[in-house]
T-cell receptor, first 116, second 115 residues
Framework: GNSVTQMEGPVTLSEEAFLTINCTYT??????LFWYVQYPGEGLQLLLKATKADDKGSNKGFEATYRKETTSFHLEKGSVQVSDSAVYFCALRYDAGGTSYGKLTFGQGTILTVHP | DAGITQSPRHKVTETGTPVTLRCHQT?????MYWYRQDPGHGLRLIHYSYGVKDTDKGEVSDGYSVSRSKTEDFLLTLESATSSQTSVYFCASGLAGESGANVLTFGAGSRLTVL
C-alpha cells in the first residue's frame, strides 16, 4: 500500500539556520505530494504541494521538489525563524485511474523548534 | 467565521460510553474526512464521505461509525469508547477535483480522553 516516511524528530535549530526535513514515499503510479504544517493548538494547514515529477512547490520561503527517481519530497528553507516552530507533515494523495476521493496518507510528522 | 468547525473541542469520558463528535463546514465541500492523530503515527484516516449519505471506511475504522445527512455536517460516533480511542480527532473537507478532493481544509481538532 501507499506510505510516507519522514525523518525522525524533533529537530531543533537556531534562528537563520538552514532546514531540511526528509520525506520519502512508497506508492504505485504517480501520487500528488504535500507538506502540511500544524502550529500549536491548531489544525493542519497546507504549506505547499506538487502534482507531478520535477514540480517544485514553494510557499513562505519553504520549498520541496518532487523527485520520482528517488521517491522523495524533502522540505527545505534557507533561513528559519522562531515563528516556523511547528509540526510538519508530509503526505501523498494517490491519483489512480479512478478517483482517490482525495484521501491523504500522512507521514508521522516532524516537530521543529527554532530558538532565537 | 471559520470554514470548518469541530465540537466539542475537548471531551473527557469513561470507558463504555457513547461519544459523538461533530464537524460542520460552510464551504459547500463535497468530500469530508475524519482523521485521528497519535504520537508516532501522524494522521490516520478513520472514515470519509464523498457525498450526502455516501461514506466509506478508512484504515482505522474499527469501533467508529459516521453519518452525513447534510452536505455541511459529518458526525463521528464511538458507540462504546475505549481507552485506545483517546486521541486528537481532526475533521477535514475538500472540493471535488479531477481526482477527488483537492487541497483539504482542516478543523482545529477535538481532544478526546477516555478514562
Amino acid at each position: 500500500g501507499n506510505s510516507v516516511t519522514q525523518m525522525e524528530g524533533p529537530v531543533t535549530l537556531s534562528e537563520e539556520a538552514f532546514l531540511t526535513i526528509n520525506c520519502t514515499y512508497t506508492a504505485t503510479g504517480y501520487p500528488s505530494l504535500f507538506w502540511y504544517v500544524q502550529y500549536p493548538g491548531e489544525g493542519l494547514q497546507l504549506l505547499l504541494k506538487a502534482t507531478k515529477a520535477d514540480d517544485k512547490g514553494s510557499n513562505k520561503g519553504f520549498e520541496a521538489t518532487y523527485r520520482k527517481e528517488t521517491t522523495s519530497f524533502h522540505l527545505e528553507k534557507g533561513s528559519v525563524q522562531v515563528s516556523d516552530s511547528a509540526v510538519y507533515f508530509c503526505a501523498l494523495r494517490y491519483d489512480a485511474g479512478g478517483t482517490s476521493y482525495g484521501k491523504l496518507t500522512f507521514g508521522q510528522g516532524t516537530i521543529l523548534t527554532v530558538h532565537p | 467565521d471559520a470554514g470548518i468547525t469541530q465540537s466539542p473541542r475537548h471531551k473527557v469520558t469513561e470507558t463504555g460510553t457513547p461519544v459523538t463528535l461533530r464537524c460542520h463546514q460552510t464551504e459547500n465541500h463535497r468530500y469530508m474526512y475524519w482523521y485521528r492523530q497519535d504520537p508516532g503515527h501522524g494522521l490516520r484516516l478513520i472514515h470519509y464521505s464523498y457525498g450526502v449519505k455516501d461514506t466509506d471506511k478508512g484504515e482505522v475504522s474499527d469501533g467508529y461509525s459516521v453519518s452525513r445527512s447534510k452536505t455541511e455536517d459529518f458526525l463521528l460516533t464511538l458507540e462504546s469508547a475505549t481507552s485506545s480511542q483517546t486521541s486528537v480527532y481532526f475533521c477535514a473537507s475538500g472540493l471535488a477535483g479531477e481526482s477527488g478532493a483537492n487541497v483539504l481544509t482542516f478543523g482545529a481538532g477535538s481532544r478526546l480522553t477516555v478514562l
